[in-house]
């Protein structure tokens, strides 16, 4: 049958329901939130003079808990606007309401006997056919849907959600006995195409799939610590980046998530899995006991393995159990993989390490690598999903499986014996049938062992998809030390970046060249996008601040010139360019979106135009067209000044969307030619999709503009009438305002004495002049140099 979403229910507003609420609204989903009438009145509505029986107060649970949900940072919501789509309820006056929803989400707390309430109420009022699920991170599905009616238990499964819902891309479905294979095969595709999410059925079995893994991936690292007598910054230096793991790594993680939410699940796991073999891993450490006794709990109780005070973060001494400066860890066996940039690379060498690191990682890799082969059956009948679950849910780079293919089957295995550990027999088995792999790569799809017919198998899922890792080498076109062309299929290729962070420097920019050459000349369209963890962090700011201190103008006016000439390439080529950003998405990265001719958006971008952080103005271009922008929008407002001063501020600010779909507020993206796909994974296939549309509807070369509407010393006058002000008003510095100047001039179209009309050309050498101009300042090289060195903006 043909199902569709357009309203959904969530019974619960606390931290998951308000979240798993605002996402479902980031896709344009209505939504009716509820929770349960307040039992008393709090001091404020008694001084009101407000009742129990006033809406205000009935509805104050659930509002307050959205209201909270909203101020959060980070936000659950992409845009504020959005909230607009969420509409709240209590249990007992407005249970009915849940008739006209599609799916109907519970989300109260964790125990079976009030979920089973709540699923008594809800079946008085649900219409047959209507999803209901219930978002569990541990309770038994089979026993929640006992004593409800066929058509309930035909629709019901679990549908676990990792908080936060909106970043964390881990989507559980969990059937129980009854649970209709329509509603799993719908489910597992709306959770992907709708939600965004990487989708993973698992058994109804302790904790699912993501939680089992890593709930005993970290009590292992909790008893390996004391067992190796560790500090807990040591055992985080070694589970973040280096790993591809969070930076929060292991014990700050515990932090922010809270001690007793993990104790919970431990405890769960060894009272609901009698028969795991690790099951003595899952009983606590006495020092995790005595910080629960103690409550301290991470964040929410201001102190946990980490501590602030004042400005100062203390760490906890597990052995004294008191706090304690903290101590810089650093190993030779973390040297050694300094040189080796993917995490997936460096797996062979740490484990190879002769100083306390390699001991860890060959304990802790054995501990994983053991557990994850014997979860097989049980947990899961495919290996791929437990790597998908731990990579959506726990923002691993690698799962398990990949990782142990990374050190090898036999090396692993040989870890496995030197710490008496078992493994499954289906290893043996795998190795027995020529499979020396757990993952291959065919004809651009990835491929996993199959346990049952002893074969490959093509992980299912992926025709929505081209994952670029898969095709780089089979359909590469040209490259070099910072760029990959790669054949696309269909008459459209890709570029994609692989200089560090993604940074545009000669590489970067003759890589657009070339794509755009082979382009014009072999295909009909080309997409600039790649699967980085960010798009494009901007312009090689280290090139920059050589050239400058070097006092070599010349050059830096011809690399300057080179970035706005590729710009305008991007822009006037004669094929479409289509341009797909994702995660932050700065500077340069921002002004190659600015020119392209549609941007398609995973909706977690960060994007915009960063350069006052580093002392300059942008100089790619970006300048230049956020003043055509705004002279595109004089037209349609007769206060032409106070279009141009939104636009000024959106640069002189510095401000970043917080997704993309605040970039349409800031300018970068525009409606009615960008778009926004929420799930990342199909970024690059829908970019390509798009840039084929172009391409057959007859894409032709647009003409230069020469018809770009400037201001002069009537928008000049009031920008530096508004930065002379911020200046004395110690909000922004000296400094601020010479670089704000230069911005004005050039958006402004320079002093001129009327409204005129220019061409781009005139103003790229304006900001080409300005952004030259900066870099003669030793206020902008201070700032290039604290933000080479330290990672973040100097105020000076």
């Not at 969070?246 to 796991?269: E, I, M, Q, W, Y």
């Not at 000024?648 to 401000?655: D, P, R």
Request: a neutral charge; aromatic letters at 8%; one cysteine or more.
């Amino acid at each position: 049958m043909k199902r569709s979403i357009n309203k959904v229910a969530v019974v619960g507003s606390g931290i998951m329901g308000s979240g798993i609420a605002c996402h479902f609204a980031n896709i344009g989903v209505e939504v009716l939130l509820l929770d349960i009438v307040p039992k008393e009145l709090t001091e404020a509505e008694t001084k009101k003079g407000l009742t129990l029986e006033s809406k205000v107060v009935r509805n104050r649970i659930v509002n307050d808990h959205l209201q909270n949900a909203l101020k959060s940072k980070p936000s659950p919501i992409y845009h504020q606007k959005f909230a607009s789509r969420i509409s709240i309820g209590n249990t007992t006056d407005d249970m009915s309401k849940i008739a006209d929803a599609d799916w109907i989400i519970e989300v109260v707390v964790e125990r079976l006997d009030i979920k089973k309430l709540v699923f008594e109420q809800i079946e008085k009022y649900r219409k047959p056919g209507t999803l209901i699920t219930s978002n569990t991170s541990g309770i038994p599905i089979h026993f929640m849907s006992e004593g409800r009616s066929e058509d309930f238990q035909q629709h019901f499964c679990g549908t676990h959600f990792f908080n936060p819902p909106r970043y964390l891309k881990l989507f559980e479905i969990i059937p129980g006995p009854k649970t209709d294979g329509e509603v799993l095969s719908f489910l597992n595709g709306y959770g992907e195409k709708f939600l965004g999410k990487t989708t993973v059925v698992a058994k109804d079995t302790p904790a699912f799939i993501g939680n089992r893994i890593g709930i005993f991936g970290i009590q292992h690292l909790f008893h390996l610590v004391k067992e190796m007598g560790m500090t807990i910054e040591e055992v985080d230096k070694l589970t973040g980046p280096v790993i591809g793991r969070p930076k929060s790594a292991t014990f700050r993680t515990v932090d922010v998530v809270g001690l007793d939410t993990l104790v919970h699940v431990a405890n769960g796991l060894y009272e609901g899995a009698p028969n795991d073999e690790a099951r003595p891993w899952f009983q606590l450490p006495d020092f995790i006991k005595t910080m629960m006794e103690n409550k301290w709990l991470g964040s929410k109780t201001g102190q946990g393995f980490y501590k602030k005070v004042d400005k100062d973060i203390l760490s906890l001494d597990l052995d004294t159990m008191e706090y304690r400066p903290q101590k810089k860890a650093s190993f030779a066996t973390l040297e050694l993989t300094k040189t080796i940039d993917k995490p997936i690379d460096r797996f062979k060498v740490l484990i190879g390490g002769k100083d306390k690191a390699g001991e860890f990682y060959r304990k802790s890799f054995a501990g994983m690598f053991s557990y994850v082969s014997n979860r097989i059956p049980e947990i899961t009948d495919d290996l791929y999903k437990i790597d998908d679950a731990m990579k959506a849910g726990f923002g691993w780079e690698n799962g398990p499986f990949e990782i142990w293919d990374a050190v090898g089957i036999e090396k692993g295995i040989e870890l496995l014996k030197a710490e008496n550990l078992t493994y499954a027999s289906w290893i043996d088995d795998m190795l027995a049938s020529g499979n020396t792999s757990f993952y291959t790569i065919k004809d651009g799809a990835t491929c996993y062992y199959d346990i049952s017919s002893k074969s490959q198998k093509k992980v299912p899922g992926q025709d929505a998809f081209i994952i670029l890792n898969n095709i780089r080498e089979t359909k590469k076109v040209w490259s070099n030390s910072g760029a990959v062309i790669e054949d696309l299929g269909d008459g459209i290729i890709n570029l994609e970046f692989r200089s560090k962070m993604n940074t545009i420097g000669g590489d970067v920019l003759t890589g657009i060249n070339k794509a755009i050459d082979l382009a014009e000349k072999d295909f009909q369209g080309l997409v600039i996008g790649n699967q980085g963890a960010n798009f494009s962090v901007g312009a090689n700011i280290g090139m920059i601040f050589m050239m400058a201190v070097e006092q070599e103008y010349d050059e830096l006016n011809m690399a300057i010139k080179l970035f706005q000439d590729t710009m305008m390439r991007v822009r006037y080529s004669g094929i479409p360019v289509v341009v797909a950003p994702h995660g932050m998405t700065l500077g340069g990265g921002c002004e190659m979106s600015m020119h392209a001719d549609k941007v398609v958006a995973a909706a977690e971008t960060y994007i915009g135009l960063v350069e006052f952080g580093v002392g300059v103005i942008p100089g790619g271009g970006g300048s230049k067209e956020m003043a055509l922008r705004a002279s595109d929008q004089f037209h349609k407002n007769d206060v032409e000044l106070n279009v141009l001063q939104e636009y000024f501020l959106s640069v002189a600010m510095a401000k970043v969307s917080t997704s993309a779909y605040e970039a349409f507020d800031t300018g970068i993206l525009q409606k009615g030619k960008d778009i926004v796909v929420v799930n990342q994974s199909r970024q690059i296939a829908e970019a390509k999709k798009h840039a084929l549309i172009l391409a057959e509807a007859g894409y032709t070369k647009p003409i230069r503009r020469k018809d770009v509407k400037v201001l002069g010393k009537q928008a000049l006058g009031m920008f530096l009438v508004g930065t002379d002000s911020m200046e004395a008003g110690h909000y922004i510095s000296e400094h601020d305002k010479k670089i704000a100047n230069k911005l004005a001039y050039v958006m402004a179209g320079g002093d001129l004495s009327e409204a005129t009309l220019v061409t781009e050309q005139y103003l790229l050498d304006l900001e080409r002049e300005a952004f030259l101009s900066l870099c003669t300042e030793r206020k902008t090289l201070e700032r290039i140099q604290f933000m080479l060195t330290k990672g973040k903006p100097l105020r000076n």
